[in-house]
């Protein structure tokens, strides 16, 4: 079974970075509250059921993407 969620890091040319996944959107917004510690910045999140993608900032900031 794969994980629904993806979590990726903005990288400050425009591209992605994939750290890794998560069962929920709460699991996910989590995780990258962990990974902001160490390293800030906006992350995006992509859900494979639904196909929505969510920019996540550091101060915890969710907001969908328009396809």
Same mark, same amino acid.
């Given at each position: 079974m794969t994980t629904p969620i993806?979590?990726? $890091?903005?990288? #400050?040319? /425009?591209?992605?970075?994939?750290?890794?996944?998560a069962q929920t959107l709460e699991d996910a917004k989590a995780r990258i509250q962990?990974? $902001?510690?160490? #390293?800030? /910045?906006?992350?995006?999140?992509l859900?494979?059921?639904t196909g929505k993608k969510f920019i996540v900032k550091p101060d915890g900031e969710t907001r969908a993407l328009e396809a």
């Open positions: 993806d979590i990726f $890091a903005l990288e #400050s040319g /425009g591209g992605v970075n994939w750290l890794g996944s962990e990974l $902001a510690r160490r #390293s800030p /910045g906006e992350f995006v999140l859900n494979h059921h």
